[in-house]
């Protein structure tokens, strides 16, 4: 009977809402914190809630805009963070995989489920004809989100299905709510940056004063890396696990947000070999990292 009751309270933390876009909403019953998801738009976690205030951004009226692309939320890149030279991937058995930017999976439709512990939703994508075509591996991807105490916990967990080795980048790619651009600080992050822009080192610090003109950076932390917004009394704070262990900041301008992006590997990771992943026949792949919200 107690199973039961627990069961039925995990379905009702997770409910469908039609305002003010289609979308799951789960609300964690202690905090009162809650997320936001869009399982069809390629498993995107559209909203964060945290002590009342929304973390995530996101261009609500370009996201209900169909034809282009979505400015907000968490997409998810898999299985390339980034792009390939003419969208070509060299396949060890001389086969040239098709990878647009950022993958497939931000694009696709996924199904949601709320997880047994109560604490979170499961995302889950695999393989279709369509992904065979130009990704030639059968997989399983699952990606849970778990509310903690100011907290959000992403966990994803790919299966590799195929057999032979599973070639793989992973990243989240959330955009966050920002009091504005001219005023931010940053914590724990190296001297040196790979600039996207570029594709060339740089100075982290002198990158971090081009905010306003939009700053697309690529950082190996040693430790945590943190946002500090002293207008919004917040610092946010993202933890990684290797190997979820380089960190990507993006912005937008004029938008007032900052894009802080765990990545497994830099672009084309896959042909460089530098963070390449590549997951045995019928193995399995755990990527962790948190994002804590603190007030300042």
Excluded at 62 to 68: A, G, M, T
Excluded at 115 to 126: C, H, K, P, Q
Excluded at 211 to 226: C, M
Aim: charged residues 20%; negative net charge.
């Amino acid at each position: 009977m107690v199973e039961h009751a627990r069961l039925n309270s995990t379905a009702m933390a997770l409910q469908q809402q039609t305002s003010p876009y289609p979308h799951w909403l789960f609300t964690d019953a202690s905090s009162g914190d809650q997320i936001r998801l869009v399982p069809e738009r390629g498993g995107l976690l559209s909203g964060w809630c945290c002590g009342g205030n929304e973390i995530v951004y996101l261009d609500e009226a370009r996201f209900l805009d169909p034809s282009q692309s979505i400015r907000g939320g968490a997409p998810v890149l898999f299985p390339i963070c980034g792009n390939l030279p003419n969208d070509q991937l060299p396949l060890a058995d001389g086969r040239i995989a098709i990878l647009k930017q950022h993958g497939f999976a931000r694009t696709m439709p996924w199904q949601i489920s709320a997880l047994a512990d109560g604490r979170g939703v499961r995302l889950e994508l695999s393989d279709t004809p369509a992904t065979l075509l130009d990704f030639p591996f059968a997989f399983l991807l699952q990606l849970d989100y778990r509310l903690a105490p100011g907290a959000l916990e992403v966990t994803a967990t790919l299966h590799n299905r195929a057999s032979q080795p599973l070639p793989f980048s992973f990243g989240i790619h959330p955009y966050f709510n920002v009091s504005g651009l001219s005023d931010l600080q940053f914590e724990g992050m190296p001297e040196e940056c790979l600039n996207h822009k570029l594709m060339a080192p740089s100075a982290t610090s002198e990158q971090l004063q081009q905010l306003e003109q939009g700053i697309d950076l690529l950082v190996r932390p040693s430790a945590d890396v943190a946002l500090v917004d002293k207008a919004a009394a917040r610092r946010l704070r993202m933890e990684l696990s290797s190997p979820w262990n380089l960190a990507v900041f993006w912005t937008d301008p004029p938008r007032s947000m900052v894009c802080i992006e765990p990545w497994t590997g830099p672009r084309q990771s896959l042909i460089s070999g530098d963070g390449k992943l590549e997951l045995s026949a019928g193995e399995s792949q755990v990527l962790q990292c948190r994002y804590v919200v603190e007030s300042i």
